[in-house]
């Protein structure tokens, strides 16, 4: 057997549940951190394992927080148990030694809970904002990641200064967010883990290929560079809405998928047919009822493969009540049948 297929095999049936908020309700930004917050403590009382949050330069659009430590600071003051993570960071946008510093606070004041997920991401357009050539962020993120993993391990900076609070656990919890061979490779040659995308634009080429079929070898790349020894950590993001009726849940989703569709066109998307199931498709979105979304989720292959899967509501985006049962749903009928189990307090171990 292959060490592929071996490793295929032994991470069957995900370890970790989480819960992915965007930013994105009709509201204030107060109003906006306001209920993201309440989700995020909504999934730690139904038994979720992770909550993650991204960065957004500018866009209100696309998410709408710029600050992520700072807002995952107030949110882990408001919780106790559940990891809290960045999906991502922009880090080419980001000094590194401030990301390092407010990382290894963070972690200190959550007691051991922030998991940091890092991107080459942002929009060309914030890179401007910010001084910098869009076209060069690849090489930004990968002189940043280094200065960020010498900071949090506490070896010295340039100048000689050493970081303090140094967090050397964190330099394990580093995830790497990709769409690309190129970017499983790095992240597995690093060690860390990989974030896999809800979504990607197919090629021309191959209009109808799976989300599966696109992101299987940026597995394959990054277990055959993943160090001896080193554990796996592959996370699926994945956009899941479930209602408790068919009917509703269609009906929030041909709203807000119609809504989503110029700026999801303007990511590169291949157009999609003009019906709900044709834009569902283009969306890679699971949604329904629990059993709909757990036949679903059944196709994708994928997910035979990571060790945590972490859902969205995006690009449904339904109000904010909906949002809350669907954690619930997920919670209690749709990951479970999957494979997952409710971590008790005896199993939940703080690093």
């Given at each position: 057997m292959s060490v592929t297929k071996y490793l295929m095999k032994r991470l069957a049936n995900f370890k970790r549940l989480g819960f992915f908020t965007?930013?994105?309700?009709?509201?204030?930004?107060?109003?906006?951190?306001?209920?993201?917050?309440?989700?995020?403590?909504?999934?730690?009382?139904?038994?979720?394992?992770?909550?993650?949050?991204?960065?957004?330069?500018f866009h209100e659009g696309e998410g709408g927080l710029p600050a992520p430590f700072a807002f995952l600071g107030f949110v882990a003051a408001q919780t106790s148990r559940i990891r809290l993570g960045t999906g991502i960071v922009t880090l080419p946008l980001e000094h590194p030694v401030r990301v390092a510093e407010d990382?290894?606070?963070?972690?200190?004041?959550?007691?051991?809970?922030?998991?940091?997920?890092?991107?080459?991401?942002?929009?060309?357009?914030?890179?401007?904002?910010?001084?910098?050539?869009?076209a060069q962020r690849n090489d930004i993120f990968a002189r940043n990641l280094d200065i960020l993993r010498t900071g949090l391990a506490g070896r010295p900076?340039?100048?000689?200064?050493?970081?303090?609070p140094s967090r050397p656990q964190l330099c394990d919890r580093i995830w790497q967010a990709t769409f690309s061979v190129t970017g499983g490779a790095r992240a597995g040659k690093a060690g860390d883990g990989l974030l896999l995308s809800r979504t990607q634009?197919?090629?021309?080429?191959?209009?109808?290929?799976?989300?599966?079929?696109?992101?299987?070898?940026?597995?394959?790349?990054?277990?055959?560079?993943?160090?001896?020894g080193c554990e796996p950590r592959i996370m699926a993001s994945r956009s899941i809405f479930a209602a408790d009726s068919r009917d509703e849940a269609m009906r929030l989703?041909?709203?807000?998928?119609?809504?989503?569709?110029?700026?999801?066109?303007?990511?590169?998307?291949?157009?999609?047919g003009d019906s709900l199931a044709d834009m569902v498709r283009a969306f890679d979105t699971h949604v329904g009822t629990p059993d709909d979304v757990i036949a679903s989720l059944r196709s994708d292959s994928t997910l035979d493969r990571v060790t945590d899967l972490v859902f969205q509501v995006h690009s449904v985006d339904p109000p904010h009540p909906y949002i809350l049962r669907s954690i619930d749903l997920v919670a209690e009928k749709v990951a479970p049948a999957l494979g997952w189990a409710k971590k008790t307090s005896a199993d939940v171990e703080l690093v």
């Open positions: 965007r930013l994105l309700d009709q509201a204030t930004p107060a109003e906006r951190y306001r209920l993201a917050a309440e989700q995020i403590r909504h999934a730690e009382k139904a038994g979720l394992d992770s909550a993650w949050i991204a960065q957004h330069h990382a290894a606070v963070l972690d200190l004041m959550s007691n051991g809970r922030f998991e940091l997920g890092v991107g080459t991401g942002g929009n060309p357009t914030a890179f401007a904002a910010f001084g910098l050539d869009s900076l340039a100048g000689g200064d050493r970081l303090y634009p197919r090629s021309k080429d191959n209009p109808h290929a799976t989300l599966a079929e696109i992101q299987h070898p940026i597995i394959d790349a990054y277990l055959a560079e993943l160090p001896a989703a041909d709203i807000g998928l119609r809504l989503a569709l110029p700026r999801f066109m303007a990511g590169g998307h291949l157009p999609p």
